[in-house]
């Protein structure tokens, strides 16, 4: 079962009452709406970890991998006490996105119940990407929560938990560590998860080897989405502490395919058929939607799914021109589709963007008054969208305690890499 942020939140505190000496408990911020920003700690040593979970609200399972990995230390806490260290949780870093998403799973969920009542939010509403200094809009309090725990603390390390959606596991390093690529892939195998032989995700970084992902020396620190909207990351914030931040993926669903690294015949007609899928799907969301795809719902807590679905919708282009002109020279020569398993890969996201606009205009218009006949086929494309993407590419649900497992042995390998030497 996947807990919501309150159930995590309990869990902790209770740690805390049971273990006060071990553990501590402290908030440091709260959201746009209010909520508390939860740290927990554990540990007395001079050297810092700090591990991020639930910076994306669709992806619930990094808070839970944090608490158990916690649980662990307050069990056994000899590995902290060898490293002189303290390893801090924050537990969920946009628990407003979260309140949007959360619901409950059955224990095999399917794609399709996945997608309904999907929430991801806007890209300027991701507190991982404040914004640049030039862009007018202020720095959500997420945001600053995390770059003032970042200048606090000074990690050694800072581990943001992710999970994809459909596909496999990789790992990005904003800067190289010894021994860390093969210390990821080693845990991958054992839990016998595919590893995303050349990641879709960060093609402007250097694929260091199968399955890992370095931002290259002398890259800027600003990122710029297919929306335009541009922001200095929260993963490279703290390069100036010295700070190596590990971006940890793990699969809801796993795709077998994405890791093989066989060579494609013609990976422009692979980038063309994923680039025409999108296009087409986009279209087809366009239309059903009608008057509704530019009439934002009235309700105002239906707003921000309409807005996350409108600018997915409106990127579609933007992406496919990323992809055409993606140039690989310098980044490892890892062009798109020139392998089997990065075509694939390419084939989940043509899928996924237009299905996650679907299933949030849906969720924008769900008591909607009017529009009767848009909101039964949003229900169709969300249903029909979901079962294709599942049936095209064998996907297969990662049980929640495999994708913890995942995220919790790889932190404590790569803290091992940087903190024994």
């Not at 690294?261 to 279209?283: F, H, M, T, Y």
């Not at 239906?302 to 996350?308: D, E, G, I, M, S």
């Not at 848009?374 to 969208?385: E, G, M, R, Y």
């Not at 994708?403 to 390998?413: E, I, N, S, Y």
């Amino acid at each position: 079962m996947i807990l919501t942020v309150d159930e995590l939140t309990r869990a902790a505190r209770a740690m805390v009452v049971a273990r006060p000496g071990v553990v501590r408990m402290r908030s440091v911020e709260e959201s746009r709406a209010g909520r508390p920003l939860w740290v927990l700690s554990v540990g007395r040593g001079e050297r810092q970890v700090l591990t991020v979970a639930g910076a994306h609200a669709n992806e619930p399972v990094g808070g839970m991998s944090a608490l158990a990995l916690a649980e662990e230390f307050v069990r056994d806490p000899r590995v902290l006490e060898e490293w002189d260290c303290t390893w801090h949780f924050l537990l969920c870093l946009d628990p407003d996105g979260a309140a949007l998403a959360e619901r409950r799973f059955a224990e095999r969920p399917t794609l399709e119940e996945y997608y309904r009542g999907f929430y991801r939010p806007a890209f300027a509403g991701q507190p991982e990407f404040p914004p640049v200094e030039a862009d007018p809009r202020p720095a959500l309090p997420e945001s600053r929560a995390l770059t003032r725990l970042l200048d606090e603390l000074c990690p050694v390390v800072q581990f943001s938990l992710h999970g994809v959606e459909a596909g496999g596991s990789f790992l990005q390093l904003t800067r190289p560590v010894p021994g860390a690529p093969d210390a990821f892939r080693a845990v991958v195998a054992e839990l016998e998860i595919p590893l995303e032989h050349r990641p879709f995700d960060g093609m402007g970084w250097f694929v260091d080897s199968p399955g890992v992902l370095v931002r290259p020396d002398g890259s800027p620190a600003d990122e710029r989405d297919p929306s335009g909207y541009t922001s200095r990351s929260t993963w490279t914030y703290p390069l100036r502490h010295g700070t190596v931040s590990a971006v940890v993926e793990a699969p809801l669903w796993s795709v077998a395919a994405v890791s093989d690294p066989s060579r494609v015949a013609d990976p422009g007609r692979e980038i063309d058929r994923a680039s025409e899928l999108l296009l087409s799907r986009s279209k087809q969301l366009e239309e059903v939607l009608g008057p509704l795809a530019d009439r934002p719902p009235r309700d105002p807590a239906r707003l921000p799914f309409y807005t996350a679905a409108r600018e997915l919708m409106d990127i579609s282009p933007g992406v496919v021109d990323t992809w055409t002109t993606h140039d690989a020279r310098g980044l490892g020569d890892a062009g798109l589709a020139t392998t089997v398993g990065n075509s694939v890969s390419l084939g989940i996201a043509a899928r996924i963007i237009p299905l996650r606009a679907a299933a949030m205009m849906r969720g924008a218009f769900v008591e909607a008054a009017t529009g009767t006949a848009a909101i039964k086929a949003l229900d169709f494309l969300v249903s029909d969208w979901s079962r294709e993407l599942d049936a095209t590419f064998d996907a297969r649900w990662v049980p929640v305690h495999r994708q913890t497992a995942l995220h919790t042995r790889t932190m404590l390998r790569l803290a091992g890499q940087l903190l024994e030497t």
